[in-house]
């Protein structure tokens, strides 16, 4: 991830660890919900604890390595029905600004590319902290949340049922886990 900065102010420059990360998303099917995640990802960020003015995040997902725990639906998922991989190989997030700032909670705005049209987006952000891991890296986590529209990214495909309604919902929840390692000497004015 990667945020908005003022002049002056200090942040501390954090690669995403995507071995303690996760991005992962939920949508409605027929009666209940499937849950699927993307293994490969990457990115930074910007933060300083108490300072949401020098926050700012980027990031980029790899679509092909969806996965839902079902290799046939993960095939569609990376067809032309849905996320259309080949075409459309990466998903990117950069962030614009920070908002609504309570104590370690926010409203993460910024720009989502996915199946190659960008649309902008605003997440709910919980800053889990800075912390020292035993190998002596500092570290700083987060948890962002929030839902979009599929369809508001050309992603239209569905079934309708014979008693009506549809397979699958348009609205994807989104739930993303970040921990990021501090880059060494990366302290910067942004």
Known sequence: MVLASASGVRAETYTIDPDH???AFRIRHLVGKVSG?????EGQF???EGKPAAWKAQATIDAASIDTNNKK???HLRAPD????????KM????????DVNGNRAKLHGDLTMHCLTKPVALDLEAGGVGKDPWGNMRAGFTATGKIDRKDFGINWNK????????LGDEVEIMIEIEGIMKSGASKKA
């Not at 990117?92 to 908002?99: I, N, Q």
């Open 160 to 167: 309708v049922l014979d008693a009506g309604g549809a397979v």
């Open 37 to 41: 995640r993307f293994s490969r990802f």
């Open 82 to 89: 849905f996320f259309d991989a080949q075409r459309c190989p």
């Open 92 to 99: 990117e997030f950069k962030s614009a600004r920070v908002t």
């Open 21 to 23: 990360s996760q991005v």
């Open 46 to 48: 910007d933060y300083s």
């Open 73 to 75: 639906r993960d095939d």
